[in-house]
Nanobody, 115 residues
Framework: QVQLVESGGGLVQPGGSLRLSCAAS????????IGWFRQAPGQQRDMVAT???????NYADSVKGRFTISRDNAKNTMYLQMNNLKPEDTAVYSC?????????WGQGTQVTVSS
């Protein structure tokens, strides 16, 4: 089993920054991080950023130039640096990963952007 735990969310003013972490524990040998997703109230879950083997990244148009996804394989952790946050970035942010052909999700962390 794999457990994914997100952290780093919170309340921030517009224009502020947050860094989210997604830490994997348990049977992590061979784990493969996929990316970050977010879900605002009453909306579907959308892709925010993904990172594939070799480090190639992909971002939703709404966050390009503001968010950066990265990972530290030695620490089994994936990150999402979020800069110049906007109220429309308010959502629950979740990470996911694959191991042994099974997809795992974290429980999510709330990000609220408000003045």
């Amino acid at each position: 089993q794999v457990q994914l735990v997100e952290s780093g969310g919170g309340l921030v003013q517009p224009g502020g920054s947050l860094r989210l972490s997604c830490a994997a524990s348990g049977s992590v040998a061979g784990i493969y991080f996929i990316g970050w997703f977010r879900q605002a109230p009453g909306q579907q879950r959308d892709m925010v950023a993904t990172i594939i083997s070799g480090g190639t990244t992909n971002y939703a148009d709404s966050v390009k130039g503001r968010f950066t996804i990265s990972r530290d394989n030695a620490k089994n952790t994936m990150y999402l640096q979020m800069n110049n946050l906007k109220p429309e970035d308010t959502a629950v942010y979740s990470c996911n990963a694959v191991r042994g052909g099974k997809l795992y999700w974290g429980q999510g962390t709330q990000v609220t952007v408000s003045s």
